[in-house]
T-cell receptor, first 112, second 117 residues
Framework: GQNIDQPTEMTATEGAIVQINCTYQ??????LFWYQQHAGEAPTFLSY????GLEEKGRFSSFLSRSKGYSYLLLKELQMKDSASYLC?????????????FGRGTSLIVHP | DVKVTQSSRYLVKRTGEKVFLECVQD?????MFWYRQDPGLGLRLIYF???????EKGDIPEGYSVSREKKERFSLILESASTNQTSMYLC????????????????FGPGTRLTVL
């Protein structure tokens, strides 16, 4: 099994930068994912990290430290449309299967 | 673009009914997953399949079964629906882990919001 911990809710101001943290414990780490989910919609993929370091993709960046069981999603130049839930998911290798487990999500509210 | 379709966006059933939720993907992915999502509990894995006719239990399989007769189709079955199965159900295929991003990400279907009365 896995424990994935992320804050329940965060607020930020339009134009600012926000960092959403995720900590995890796993026995067969095989990648960490971030998803964005707007209310009433399905999650959409944002990023994937399997090696330590920072992956940058436009306004979004994701960082991973495997030794610390830690990741963060960094959102720059926040826009109102970034108000959504952000899900951290860790893929675990169990036997021959690769199984993602999701955290409970961080609800981000962006204020004008 | 990957396309994942689910049979219904909204479904209302009565307690005790047998319910079929279907998921179809067009990306030829081996792995397919069924999750349910509830407020405050996040996404929880019900069942997954890594090949045709193969299935594995996830974290909360009780009250559910699945069928994978063809690679592109993965069905979730509620044998006798109960009110505590009212939820959003999400299907997500993915490829085997690999260097290509398209193998690693899960593409979610639009979801089926099931209400059991």
């Amino acid at each position: 099994g896995q424990n994935i911990d992320q804050p329940t809710e965060m607020t930020a101001t339009e134009g600012a930068i926000v960092q959403i943290n995720c900590t995890y414990q796993t026995s067969g780490f095989n990648g960490l994912f971030w998803y964005q989910q707007h209310a009433g919609e399905a999650p959409t993929f944002l990023s994937y990290n399997v090696l330590d370091g920072l992956e940058e993709k436009g306004r979004f960046s994701s960082f991973l430290s495997r030794s610390k069981g830690y990741s963060y999603l960094l959102l720059k130049e926040l826009q109102m449309k970034d108000s959504a839930s952000y899900l951290c998911a860790v893929r675990d290798r169990s036997g021959g299967s690769y199984i993602p487990t999701f955290g409970r999500g961080t609800s981000l509210i962006v204020h004008p | 673009d990957v396309k994942v379709t689910q049979s219904s966006r909204y479904l209302v059933k009565r307690t005790g009914e047998k319910v079929f939720l279907e998921c179809v993907q067009d990306m030829d992915h081996e792995n397919m997953f069924w999750y349910r999502q509830d407020p405050g509990l996040g996404l929880r894995l019900i069942y997954f399949s890594y090949d045709v006719k193969m299935k594995e239990k996830g974290d909360i399989p009780e009250g559910y079964s699945v069928s994978r007769e063809k690679k592109e189709r993965f069905s979730l079955i509620l044998e006798s629906a109960s009110t505590n199965q009212t939820s959003m159900y999400l299907c997500a295929p993915s490829g085997p882990p690999g260097r290509e991003m398209s193998y690693n990400e899960q593409f979610f279907g639009p979801g089926t919001r099931l209400t059991v009365l």
